[in-house]
């Protein structure tokens, strides 16, 4: 069983938890996933590792609530413990050989972001970190990519911090202001991953998105997280989640993505109704 050591609130919809799960963490890399079941008859969620300690036996991980097995999750406490939490899943994010990088994420996305930006700043790579979010309210981990980015732009769409606009503005600025970079590494909603990938193409930029796809097992087997990538077929756990962003069909992507919209919503009312039964 995997014990919760610290959770932390970050806004009003997205909490850290920090677990206790020292065989993860000691092979852990950034870019990595791991799945978690809430209870034993839970589903089984990926969630992208956003931080780990070797020494501590530590993982992190940021949930934003948005479906049944988010709400149940948040509502765990420090001492209480996961049926399971399986990884680390997929390839790591490579990273040798930048001497120059743009990270650019938005939203949750900056929870998988930061451990790239983190680890760049480490290895010595110059790192300019654009995150994006729609307003000032939902902003998170502000102060860990200050310190992890030679230069960090905050943008918001509705202008409430930081700079008004998307992150493909606060990107498009820093390269006209003549900063090459020998890569952007780009995590966030598959919308903004298309724009920002539209953008950096017309540059000639190389470009990493990481495709967080629905997923069951993990392993390739369901072929849930299956896109297609330079017109072939890829499975974003096994193959992924890291891929050439100028070669991803995010149309499809994000069709796919909306398939179990729908029922979500439904689990997402049943697990709301439940929880105020409880509370009565």
Known sequence: MYEILKREELNSSSTRFRFYAPYVAGKAQPGQFVILRVDENGERVPFTIAGYDREAGTVDVIVQIVGATTMKLNRLREGDRLASLTGPLGNPTRLDGLSKAAVVGGGLGCAIALPIAQELHRRGCCVHSVVGFRTK????????????????????????????????????????????????????????????????????????????????????????????????????????????????????????????????????????????????
Request: hydrophobic share 40%; glycine share 12%; aromatic share 6%.
């Open 137 to 280: 309210d939902l902003i998170i981990l502000e102060k860990e990519f200050a310190e992890a980015s030679d230069l960090l732009t905050v943008m918001t769409d509705d202008g409430s911090s930081g700079r008004g606009g998307l992150v493909t503005a606060g990107l498009e600025e820093l390269i006209l202001a003549g900063n090459t970079y020998d890569e952007v590494i780009c995590i966030g909603p598959p919308l903004m991953m298309k724009f920002v990938c539209l953008l950096t193409k017309k540059y000639g930029i190389k470009t990493t998105v990481s495709m967080n796809s629905i997923m069951v097992d993990g392993t390739g087997m369901c072929g849930c997280c299956r896109l297609t990538v330079g017109g072939e077929t890829k499975f974003a756990c096994v193959d992924g989640p890291d891929f050439d962003g100028h070669l991803v069909d995010f149309d499809e992507a994000i069709s796919r993505g909306n398939i179990y919209g729908e029922f979500e919503r439904h689990a997402y009312d049943e697990a709301c109704n439940l929880l105020k039964k409880e509370v009565e």
